[in-house]
């Protein structure tokens, strides 16, 4: 009987040992959190990148599609009486954000705010898709371009179908690849406890080429239709503009 007592009595003091550091862990959390918003840290980030082999289909979206070394670099920073002297009624902050730097799918925001009044904010993100690096050729023109033209040797050999030294040469190895630049810039106005107002507007470049096949007469005398596989250009701009007036209650 004595036993029993004192087992469950050894039961009893781990299960508060492990409330206690539960409830301490959830201190410690929360005391985090509130920390995260009332003293942010600011950080920049810089680091080098090697790539073993140049690989479009590895660098597709990020950039790093050629060998060799990349410096890249992230940064946050935030500040303002909001943080530094909230409990004297500061309430202006701002922030500036970048991400991927140095890559072509780089972004940075910046956004300066007056908490229960308004708000500004510009932005810029980039995105490159690398298609292809082993596409080949022997058309000229730029990527981009919408002309492509044919060395005028380029012509059938008479009774084969080799291609001679010539014309192996005149091949080229263009990167086939699309480009989207994207800037931003926004706001907001709080007018009272049941109106406000919004505004956004947004300007998208797009350029770069895309491989698509394309039907033409036969060659320099050759008879029937021939197929070129050529770029096809990508290239828009596109604005838009949003306003909004906003009532709740």
Known sequence: MKFEKSRNLRLNSVALAVMLALTSLSAHADDEEIAALTKPTNYVDVMGIYV??????????????KQGAYINGNLGLRGGDAYTNNE??????????GTNL?????????????????RLGIGYDAL??????????????????????LPT??????????????????FNNPGIYTTRQNSSFDGSKIINSNWDMSFGFNHLDQSGAKLMSFGSAG??????????ILPMPTNYQTDTF????????
């Open 219 to 228: 060659i320099y005398g050759a008879s029937g239709e021939k197929v070129s």
């Open 242 to 249: 949003n306003l909004a007036l906003n009532w709740k209650g």
């Open 102 to 118: 140095g890559l072509s799918n780089r972004s940075a925001t910046l956004s300066v705010a007056n908490q229960g009044s308004w």
């Open 128 to 149: 490159t898709q690398n298609i292809s690096d082993s596409y080949q050729t022997p058309y000229s023109g730029a990527i981009g371009g919408n002309s492509f033209r």
């Open 153 to 170: 040797s380029f012509g059938l050999v008479p009774n084969t179908m080799t291609m001679t030294p010539g014309q192996l040469a005149s």
């Open 52 to 65: 073993t082999s140049s690989s479009a289909k590895f660098g597709e979206y990020n950039g790093l599609n």
């Open 88 to 97: 004297n009624g500061g309430t202006m902050r701002y922030e500036l954000i």
